[in-house]
């Protein structure tokens, strides 16, 4: 299955596709929400076309694509650039933006922030500003975590992961969910969801975790920890950093050292990029709310979760909840201040049946980009 950006590539509306995400991009960095998933939208209906789309009629009148959209859409075809996307990356602060959210774990409020101060490039963070370890790492390996990781890269990651995980309790289960469960060609990071039969809550995998990172930290696989979340609170995730070993093989190729010579001279393991690696520990009883979550992509969550609660039920990445307080006209702020929002649960082991229960027609998830 391709990714968006393969499925982008033969599509007769590349070029405007690039352009129109290059502009959701910068929206989502500026944290427009609206703009972006707008533009979002509307990629997703380019992507499904046959033909070119030249003119802003021809644009209006397909699904999801608004006059202002489909104005901007005719401003590609025949000057193959937009002017709105073009002043947005003249701004040198707009490009400070993009460069900073580009750090992990850095969103656009510590961006700005760090913009109103004056600095714009990360030379000038590592001189003037005093920098968690998680951000030193996240601006020392910059590049690498902004490179896509090959889908071949990210099996085999997975698979030395799930030897490690087998060999310390052969009953838990790894899955590797994120965008490459989507068929992704490529992957930002990789997501692992760790479960067990039987389990009932995250605290049962706690103690099973603690040994695997230590174990693959001890094996120089793991390379960095990054943030982790005790159980209780929204799941139990664990961010890091991995390094695929030289003497494990990729099955395509892809991944080589890159020190210019040629091959594999043993001069120095962490020439090989350093990848974002995320764990999430889901218990059995909540395996089918944390697929779903943990497959996403993050707009076909968001578009499901408001489709719960339009029919007063309530979606998280432990489950489905019916007789949800205040029916479909509460905010999520307003259910977020009441912590959680009550209700009784209706489904949480079996991701079909959350489906059903909603009354989703079943998607793959190489069917869920949107
Ligand atoms: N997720 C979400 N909302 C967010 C962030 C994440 O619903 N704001 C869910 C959906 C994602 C999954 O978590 O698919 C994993 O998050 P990633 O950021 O790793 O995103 P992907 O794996 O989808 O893409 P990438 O290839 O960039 O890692
Ligand atoms: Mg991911
Ligand atoms: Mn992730």
């Known amino acids: 299955q391709a990714g968006a950006k393969d499925l982008a590539a033969g599509n007769p509306n590349a070029r405007t596709i690039e352009v129109l995400q290059n502009m959701a991009n910068y929206y989502d ?197 990054l943030a982790s979340s005790r159980p209780g609170h929204d799941g139990s995730k664990w961010h890091g950093c991995c390094v695929l070993p030289r003497t494990e093989g990729v099955n395509d190729g892809s991944v080589q050292d890159d020190d210019g010579d040629d091959g594999d001279d043993g001069d120095n393991d962490d020439r090989r990029p350093w990848r974002r690696i995320d764990f999430l520990l889901v218990p059995e009883s909540e395996m089918g709310a944390a697929l779903i979550y943990f497959t996403g992509n993050d707009i076909f969550n968001r578009s499901m979760r408001l489709l719960a609660s339009k029919k007063g039920m309530r979606l998280n990445q432990r489950g489905l909840y019916g007789g949800v307080m205040g029916g479909p006209a509460r905010t999520n702020r307003a259910r977020a201040a009441e912590g959680g929002g009550g209700g009784q649960l209706l489904e949480g082991r079996n991701e079909r049946r959350i489906f059903e229960i909603l009354g989703v027609q079943w998607r793959e998830p190489h069917e869920r980009w949107c």
């Open 29 to 225: 960095r500026v944290n427009d929400h609206w703009r972006t998933t707008a533009y979002r939208k509307a990629i997703n209906t380019l992507k499904r076309q046959d033909a070119r789309i030249t003119t802003e009629e021809e644009a209006f009148r397909l699904p999801m694509i608004g006059r202002r959209l489909a104005q901007k859409i005719e401003e590609i075809v025949t000057t193959d650039r937009l002017q709105r996307l073009e002043y947005a990356e003249a701004e040198p602060t707009g490009q400070s933006l993009q460069l900073f959210t580009g750090i992990y774990g850095v969103g656009t409020g510590q961006a700005q922030h760090w913009i109103a101060q004056g600095f714009r490039t990360l030379d000038d963070l590592k001189q003037k500003v005093k920098l968690s370890t998680t951000q030193l790492i996240g601006i020392e390996h910059y590049d690498e975590f902004n490179q896509r990781i090959p889908r071949a890269e990210v099996e085999a990651l997975g698979a030395l992961i799930q030897k490690a995980a087998a060999r310390i309790d052969p009953r838990v289960q790894v899955i590797i969910g994120g965008s490459y469960r989507r068929g992704a060609e490529s992957s930002g990071d990789i997501d692992l969801i760790v479960t067990k039969p039987g389990t009932e809550s995250t605290g049962d995998l706690v103690p099973f975790l603690d040994k695997l990172v230590q174990r693959l930290e001890q094996d120089k696989f793991l390379v960095a920890r």
